[in-house]
C-alpha cells in the first residue's frame, strides 16, 4: 500500500448506490540517494495534532450501479485496478449478486448469482478481499445459502480477470455455523483482515428484542417462548459463534487455521476457539486498522428501547467501540437486573465468582461498570 492513497472508494446506498473518490497530494518527501548533511539535534516538538477533516470540494460522487436491477445494496469491495465489487443482500426467491463496477466502461455486470435462504436479515451481506488478491484473486463472501439444516457460512471463491466473473465451481467453504430464521434479527455479516493474514468476521446474536423484552436486553427464559427471544444462548455462549467477532486464519487449501490471542485457548472445554470478542449484539460493520497494531473497531447497533425504563435499563445506544484484544463485552447476561416478565417485577442478577463484571443491559463494555 502506498503512503498516501491517491484514490480511496467509499460508498452510499441510497436511491442509487454511489462511491466517493478522493484525490489527496502526497507528502513532500526527501530524493532518495541525496544524503543530508549532519543536522544538529531537533527542538522538542509540540504535541501531535488530530489531522484536519478533508474539506467536502475534495470528494466527488461516482455513480455505480441504479435502478432497481441492482437490489438492496449492501457492501463493497475495491479492487486494485479500480474495478468495484459489490454485492446486494439478494432474496430467497431470486439469490444473491456479486456486481462488478468496470471504470474504464462505467458499466456494470453481474460477477456471481448466489442461491439464498434471505428471510429477515440473512441473505449475501459480507464481501472481501484476501490481502493478496493481486496474485491469488481470492474473494471471500459472508452469505446464508439455501440448505438445511439452517447456517451462515463464509467462502472463498476465485475471480477471473479476463471473464470478469467469479467462478461458482471455485468456491470452498471456509467455515460455517448453525443459525434460526423463526424471527428477526441481527446478522451482522462485515470482515476485516489484519497484518498478519488473519480474518475476523461479525456475527449478530441472531435474536429478537421486541415482545416482552420492550427493546431491553433479551433474555427470556420461559420454555413456552420462541428460544430466539433469548440472547443467552448465542451472545452470552461461549459454544456458539453468533453474538460475537470471531478471528481465523484463512490456510492457502481452503481450510483455516487458529491464531493465538483469541479469546478461548484451542481445547477449552464447551467453548469455540474462533472467538475474539464475545457479548455483541449486531457488530454490523467491523475494520482492522492495520496502522494502529491491528487495532479492531465495529459499529455496534444499539437496543431498540425508545427510553429509560425503570428497573429495566437505559435508552438505545450506536457506538463504536475498538478494545485493545480479545475481550468479552456486557452481553445480554451481564445484565445487573433482571426482570421477571411473569410478575413485572426485577431482582439483582447475582455475580458468580469469576463472571464478567456487572455492566448495565445494552451498554457494551469491556470494562467492569457499576451494578443498577
Not at 470482515?191 to 461479525?202: E, K, Q, R, V
Not at 444462548?233 to 486464519?249: A, M, Q, V
Request: charged share 15%; hydrophobic share 35%.
Amino acid at each position: 500500500m502506498s503512503r498516501v492513497p491517491q484514490r480511496r472508494l467509499l460508498v452510499a446506498a441510497t436511491a442509487l448506490l454511489t462511491a466517493l473518490a478522493t484525490a489527496v497530494p502526497s507528502a513532500a518527501l526527501a530524493h532518495p540517494g541525496h544524503p543530508h548533511p549532519a543536522a544538529e539535534p531537533a527542538p522538542p516538538q509540540p504535541a501531535a495534532v488530530a489531522a484536519a477533516v478533508p474539506p467536502t470540494s475534495g470528494f466527488e460522487k461516482i455513480t455505480l450501479d441504479s435502478g432497481l436491477t441492482m437490489g438492496e445494496p449492501i457492501e463493497l469491495a475495491v479492487l486494485p485496478d479500480g474495478k468495484v465489487l459489490y454485492i446486494n443482500r439478494g432474496t430467497s426467491a431470486g439469490g444473491g449478486q456479486v456486481r462488478l463496477f468496470n471504470p474504464a466502461t462505467r458499466s456494470t455486470t453481474v460477477a456471481l448469482t448466489l442461491a439464498l435462504d434471505a428471510r429477515f436479515e440473512d441473505g449475501l451481506i459480507g464481501v472481501t478481499t484476501h490481502p493478496n488478491f493481486a496474485t491469488n484473486r481470492w474473494v471471500y463472501l459472508f452469505y446464508s445459502p439455501k440448505v438445511t439444516p439452517l447456517v451462515n457460512r463464509i467462502s472463498r471463491f476465485t475471480f477471473n480477470p479476463a471473464t470478469l466473473v467469479l467462478d461458482p465451481a471455485s468456491e470452498d467453504v471456509l467455515i460455517e455455523w448453525p443459525t434460526e430464521r423463526d424471527l428477526c434479527c441481527h446478522s451482522a455479516g462485515s470482515m476485516s483482515w489484519d497484518t498478519g493474514g488473519n480474518l475476523y468476521f461479525a456475527v449478530g446474536d441472531n435474536t429478537n428484542s421486541g415482545g416482552d423484552s420492550a427493546g431491553m436486553a433479551p433474555i427470556d427464559e420461559r420454555t413456552t417462548r420462541n428460544p430466539q427471544y433469548d440472547a443467552q444462548r448465542t451472545s452470552g455462549n461461549t459454544n456458539d459463534l453468533r453474538g460475537k467477532i470471531n478471528r481465523i486464519h484463512p490456510e492457502n487449501d481452503g481450510s483455516y487455521t487458529i491464531p493465538s490471542g483469541n479469546l478461548f485457548p484451542v481445547g477449552t472445554a464447551k467453548t469455540r476457539p474462533e472467538i475474539y470478542v464475545m457479548g455483541v449484539r449486531n457488530p454490523y460493520r467491523i475494520w482492522v486498522d492495520r496502522k494502529a497494531g491491528n487495532t479492531l473497531y465495529w459499529g455496534e447497533v444499539g437496543p431498540d428501547a425508545g427510553a429509560d425504563l425503570a428497573n429495566r435499563g437505559p435508552p438505545p445506544t450506536t457506538s463504536s467501540t475498538g478494545p485493545p484484544g480479545p475481550a468479552t463485552t456486557a452481553g445480554p447476561t451481564a445484565a445487573a437486573r433482571t426482570w421477571r416478565t411473569t410478575t413485572g417485577t426485577s431482582r439483582r442478577t447475582p455475580r458468580a465468582a469469576g463472571s464478567p463484571a456487572a455492566a448495565r443491559p445494552g451498554r457494551s463494555t469491556t470494562r467492569p461498570a457499576t451494578p443498577a
